[in-house]
């Protein structure tokens, strides 16, 4: 049964049962649901399913190749260990919300048109905003109405990029596109904002940190991770995107440093390690897309377990600010030991598994002659072991004790880290055995070198010796409450501003309309009473004797007029 | 509008001293770590010895610049050290209050 439905269906229609369900048996629907729609998926093998045609295109709802199989991979696993994290507090809305959202997309990354991408493109945005809304704050709320606009905005960019693509080459097809037309800009456009290009990025660091503690753990899994996929299949080799995506690892690594909410800090981290990514796409080399897939799958899983070891701090605590924290490995010493393999991972330590996917993309940028760009990525790399590898863990559950005494994470928390731990080290330890497999090219980099180790440890150990040396001679950054302004400062405040000073116009403008509007209108109703009130000239009573008289001159101008008319002709004489 | 959700749980008894209140367990850690980089610190002075004696490397650079030695080491250090630096330095730009946008 479940194998005529397509994969992504199985979640989106099992999403409407959550509503029903309570305790135990919501449990169990929910955890059932992303294990059968692995199965449907594994259950088609390569290929296209579910033609359609619609105002004649052609539609593919499921296609099923090297690079869709892997994302959709990836989403299943993700869904799972979301749930399972989400067992304890979260709520049936939250349920259903991220069911719909990991099908919406799993949906996207199968689709094999255009027309089907946006349809999952917005499901995604509608979908996942109910994870922001449900921590129930009125900053959650703001939030979300903000993270929702710059969503569903980026989907009628999409949109119109795929009308102008469509009028141009008559297809929907969804392949390589390319930044050439303007089908194909706009279409960059509106993935740029999804995959949290620079200056479009806010909507990530503002409403991933406002997201319920399990929520966060799922908009870190799926919608940039779409957009990566959307990157690879149809811009795969644009130069654009080398800069782009170099640029990404930079800034937000100088965000995160200065940073005090540490889900926030995550927030910049996954712009960084995004950044990996479309710099490898941006390369285009069948190592480069390897790479950027690869990373791609690892960050989800050590993002997903750092965002889940926040998200037991914010369950227990009540807070993710470092200024609040500190000492909490006393209380939580499971959640912590989780941690730091979450930021192993992403600093990319040997046998961690961004040792063995980012590597991919800076050796691939060696091979293609970017040194330039290959100095930035280390780099970043450097940057990313600031934020991820030591902040994180360190003034999250070490540092400075704040007091707070509390309880180790619930168990089904534990066991949704220890999955995604588990599979961070898998990944790092053997890539061989399920990773490079099952990427989109086949894998001739083999990560465990002497050279390669050797060369990462003594970039990673010399940047902590920076670290112990920096914090003992006081000169790391305070953590401090506040807010650093970003790009969203354009439209938050100045926008906000611009906004209200052009309503504050407005409203004198119509305000003076309107004052002058009654001022004519009430002299226009003085003088028509002046004529014709009940004084008037023209309100008068008049006798019928005036009367007579005026219909007699009436008639003699007539009179007159008529002779005054009539030509004069001769009258013939009779004969 | 509804409270955060979340389980702080009972007050919790803590029992007593931990592991990193004892300020010699972060001596004995930053001493690991300090012995961890001189190991790896010798490995690239070792490497050239180690060729011409057996023909071995324990890493052949891909770049000259990437072979000089203790590239990386160095790289990490001045990154890592110019990263804070440089984000001091963005603070002073654009830190404010915490409530800055609710206000």
């Known amino acids: 049964m479940i194998g005529s439905l397509p994969p992504a269906a199985v979640m989106i229609l099992g999403a409407l049962l959550v509503p029903l369900l309570r305790g135990r048996a919501r449990t169990g629907w929910v955890l059932l649901l992303p294990v059968a729609s692995l199965a449907a998926l594994l259950s088609l093998g390569e290929g296209e399913f579910g033609q359609a045609s619609i105002f004649s295109y052609e539609l593919t709802l499921v296609r099923v190749d090297g690079l869709s199989r892997i994302f959709g991979w990836l989403f299943h696993i993700a869904a799972l260990i979301g749930l399972i994290f989400a067992r304890r507090g979260g709520s049936a809305l939250e349920d259903a919300s991220a069911l719909v959202y990991a099908g919406a997309a799993i949906g996207a990354v199968q689709a094999g048109d255009l027309i089907t991408l946006f349809v999952f493109w917005e499901l995604l945005a509608l979908s996942s905003v109910f994870l922001v809304w449900a921590r129930g704050t009125e900053r959650s709320y703001r939030a979300g109405i903000r993270y929702l606009i710059i969503q569903v905005g980026s989907g009628v960019i999409l949109l119109a990029g795929i009308i102008a693509h469509a009028r141009a080459t008559g297809s929907v097809a969804f392949d390589h596109l390319g930044a050439e037309t303007l089908g194909g800009k706009l279409i960059l456009l509106g993935i740029g904002i999804k995959a949290a290009f620079p200056l479009l990025h806010n909507w990530l660091t503002d409403a991933y940190p406002e997201a319920t503690y399990s929520g966060a753990v799922f908009l870190s899994a799926f919608t940039t991770k779409v957009a990566v996929y959307t990157l690879a299949r149809g811009y795969a080799g644009t130069d654009l995107l080398i800069w782009v995506g170099v640029a990404m690892t930079m800034f937000p690594i100088f965000y995160a440093v200065i940073e005090n909410d540490l889900r926030r800090v995550l927030g910049y981290s996954m712009i960084n390690q995004i950044g990996f990514m479309v710099c490898g796409v941006g390369i285009g080399t069948e190592m480069a897309v390897n790479g950027a897939v690869a990373h791609a799958f690892n960050d989800v899983l050590f993002k997903g377990l750092l965002f889940m070891s926040t998200g037991a701090l914010l369950y227990r605590t009540g807070t993710t600010k470092c200024s609040e924290l500190g000492g909490l490995y006393k209380s939580m010493p499971k959640t912590a030991g989780l941690c730091i393999v979450g930021a192993a991972s992403i600093s990319a330590f040997p046998l961690f598994s961004g040792f063995v996917s980012k590597s991919m993309v800076m050796a691939a940028a060696l091979e293609q002659n970017l040194d330039v760009v290959w100095l930035f990525l280390l780099f970043a790399s450097a940057g990313v072991l600031h934020h991820a590898g030591i902040k994180i863990p360190f003034y999250g559950f070490f540092g400075p004790d704040s007091g707070i005494r509390t309880k180790e994470a619930p168990t089904s928390m534990l066991i949704a880290m220890g999955m995604a731990a588990f599979l961070c080290v898998f990944n790092g330890t053997f890539p061989t055995l399920f990773l490079y497999p099952n990427l989109p090219y086949e894998v001739t980099y083999v990560p465990l070198t002497s050279a390669h180790v050797i060369s990462q440890l003594q970039l990673l150990f010399f940047a902590v010796l920076a670290f112990v040396w920096l914090r003992l001679s006081d000169r790391e950054p305070h953590e401090l409450p506040s807010t650093n302004l970003d790009a969203d400062w354009f439209y938050r405040r100045f926008g906000r501003g611009v906004a209200l000073a052009a309503g504050g116009v407005a409203s004198r403008l119509r305000d003076a309309v309107a004052a002058r509007s009654v001022a004519v209108a009430g002299s226009a109703i003085g003088s028509a009473r002046r004529y014709m009130g009940p004084r008037g000239v023209l309100g008068r009573t008049w006798p019928t004797g005036t009367n007579v008289i005026w219909v007699a001159i009436l008639l003699l101008v007539f009179l007159l007029l008529y002779y005054a008319s009539t030509p004069v002709t001769s009258v013939p004489p009779p004969p | ?103």
């Open chain 2, 1 to 103: 509008m509804a409270s955060d959700k979340r389980d702080m749980g009972e007050q919790v008894k803590d029992r007593g001293r931990h592991y990193f209140d004892d300020p010699k367990r972060w001596k004995r850690l930053i001493a690991i770590l300090i012995v961890v980089c001189a190991v790896v610190f010798a490995l690239d002075i070792a490497n050239p010895i180690l060729y011409s004696m057996t023909g071995f490397e324990l890493r052949h650079p891909e770049r000259s610049w990437e072979g000089f030695p203790e590239f990386y080491a160095v790289y990490g250090f001045l990154a890592y050290t110019a990263i804070v630096y440089t984000a001091k330095l963005l603070r002073k730009g654009v830190m404010r209050d915490e409530d800055y946008y609710d206000r």
